[in-house]
């Protein structure tokens, strides 16, 4: 009897850990996700260099955090550390996306559909390996687990119950909850989010509205690097290590989580961001961590083929 | 008339692109590049495929240095790999991101049909006869590919695009974790794949008795076979109605179906003679290699592929073959240190001879260039002498500063010493991103501004050539992939040979 309480207690625990960690990987997703809807609004374009601004942002983290004594002996209090992270990643991976824009997808605003596809395809290969150069593959990590006697928070992690919450784990999700809330008023509140509307909705009529819509592609792109900064340095917090590599496989996956969503849709992505987290650690927590990928990738094929709107996509009509 | 027909500068109102360009279409391209283009253009196609496929065939008695031919062997490979992604990507313009994993599949299949290295230890297949193993893999091949792209018909083309890349990570990972494949915990644990060390040990190809084993040239031989009768199916089907319809589904996929073209079927068409191609050119890698190793069919061979179809220009099936044969004889040439210095003052120099006109302003730009680098190799040495007293790379491991290039570059360049001994130098790295902001300036500038900054832009771009770049080969193939793809893309997205596509709105 004892036995089993005990088995099924630590099982409560195991899900609830899963739970966790699965909403923690399910926000950063979201963050990036929205990045890739945003982008795909206006231009419809999938722009596979995305998830490589995101690693950017992860490095930038790095050397702030290095440059600022490292996490052993850090010259400067947490907090303002962490903002000027924060800032750092948020505003160079901002400034990196717009100069893609700005340098690949703009002279190809009238070509054919695949030209810019491939360009992006060359775009994050070409970071990727710029990455790789410069800062050679090897895994980095934040360490972290070794400031203040062991954690970043201390203590580390808090309980309610048996159920044990970790710090930075809440910290994760309340930014990226805060950054999409901040998003979602600026879309919907601002000038410039109902331009970007607007595009998104039918470029030409926009333009011939008097909406200036290269100006408004560009702070669609620096407000998707925005997040997609944000989400490097969170991934740098939570998440063991990165490499030049890390930023492809987590945009394809944000970007399937703009898909389930439904692309375009801001609100979607962020559920969409939130359920891959969740298939993709309770796949690997229950099913198998081998063929993890396999079986997330598999099932999202299945996803875009059964519903290609997503959930809260509006059927595509086309329009000549 | 031919020096007198101006040509349109910038977009002129009232006509469209489309009509302003008449008179360039009508006399072709120009210059000495241009009289080539023509010549090429009158001689009829099957003549040329003649006389290249006599060549290529002929090179084992031209020599017998086996890297030659083993480059040889890599680049008629590619070209297979090449023109069967043109038929997807070039003609019906469909964004295939899984096409490596189709010649991965295919190459696997052959290796455990030929080998018996299926299923632990070969009980269930074991030693087909060449033949038959080869056309079971491009069959099975060709059949994925419509399993492929039958449920992703519905897709519009980008979500084409990121199924078929799921697949191609699906199969990345299965490959490389299939030693102990273990139904996702239903069944008992399997080696299907070998894991991360893949098939070792491939039986090669046997022919009528005959095993080729000189493995360089036989399999030259046979992926020249194969590339005859492919190219000449390939050109007939492209002038086929088939080939027709391709090129209406690539050009507007609305109205093709209007016209009543079966837009599903031929989208499903492409992608499986693509997989067939690619099943093919599969079936003989894993024989020459005689290996078969995850880590081969990733990512990086995808935008190899992409990078040769799209230089040469997608569409154009002679495009390909000599986009393919650049790339993969330039990807070769990077990898060493001497060979590739003059692979990189090449280029510089031919660019700046074909987009620097008149002649006065070349004289002066290389002249600024020279000036330029001289000043600042005078002004570094007298402030840090070390900076200027660096060798240069001429092996793997090798350096120098005994000859006459060497002795140019060090009183051109700033080559600060013991560069090349000491890790992660950083001074390069510096340089390498300040440069590509130099790059991406020029684009923005216009007139004499833009002259004066190139001066500059090339001499770092040689320092961080010389510096960072030279003896990071495996690092910047890929790099100059990537940048092959986003260049031609931004500028000339028909390729070398591919036909100006001009949007009619």
Known sequence: MGGVLAFQLYDWHYFFAELMNGLTLGSLYALIALGYTMVY????LLNFAHGDVFMIGCYIGWFVLTGLGGVLAPRVPLVPLLLLMFAAAMVGCGALNVAIERFAYRPLRNAPRIAPLITAIGVSFFIEQTAVLLWGANPRQYDFFELRNGTLFNPPAFTIGNLSVQYAQIFVITSAVFLMFALALFVSRTRTGKAMRAVSFDREAASMMGIDIDRVIMVTFLLGGVLAGAAGVMWGIVQSSFNPYTGFGVGLKAFTAAVVGGIGNIGGAMLGGILIGLAETFTAGYLTSTFQDLVVFSLLVAFMLIRPTGLRGAPVLQKV | MSAEVPTPSGPQIGADEWVARSNERILGPRGPF????????????????????????AIPFMT?????????????????????????????????????AFYGFAAYMFAALSGGHLFTGGVLLTDWPTPAAVAVAIVATIFLGFVLALPTRRLRGDYLAIVTLFFLEIFNNFTNNGDRWDWLGLGGTHDVT????????????????????????????????????????????????????????????????????????LMLLAVAVGAGVAGFAGSIIGAYHQQVSPDEFTFVLLITVYAMVILGGAGSLGGVVVGAIIVNVLLEVLNRPDHARWVFYAAVLIGLIVKVRPWRLLVAVLGGLVAFGVIVNQIVGAVWPRGVDGPIAVGPTAFTKQGFFAGAIRHWLVLPAHTYTIPHYTIGNYAFVIVLGLVLALTLVKGWKRWVLLVPMIWGAAFVWENLLIEQAPTVRPLMLGVILIVLMTTRPAGLFGQQRVEIV
Not at chain 2, 39 to 46: G, M
Not at chain 2, 75 to 81: C, E, F, H, R, S
């Open chain 1, 41 to 44: 609004g206006v231009l419809k």
């Open chain 2, 34 to 57: 241009g009289a080539v283009v023509r010549a090429i253009d009158r001689t009829p196609r099957i003549i040329i495929l003649a006389v290249f496929v006599g060549f290529v065939a």
């Open chain 2, 64 to 100: 017998s240095n086996g890297y030659i031919q083993g480059v040889a062997t890599d680049t008629m490979l590619y070209i297979l790999l090449a023109m069967g992604l043109n038929v997807a990507v070039g003609w019906a313009g469909l964004l295939d991101l899984g096409y490596v």
């Open chain 2, 194 to 265: 070998g894991g991360t060390t893949g098939i070792i040990d491939v039986h090669p190809w046997r022919i009528g008795g005959t095993e080729l084993t000189n493995y360089s040239r036989d399999y030259m031989w046979v992926a020249l076979g194969g590339f005859t009768v492919l190219a000449v199916a390939l050109m007939y089907a492209n002038k086929s109605r088939t080939g027709r319809a391709w090129r209406a589904l690539r050009e507007d996929p609305l109205a093709a179906e209007l016209m009543g073209m079966p837009v599903k079927w």
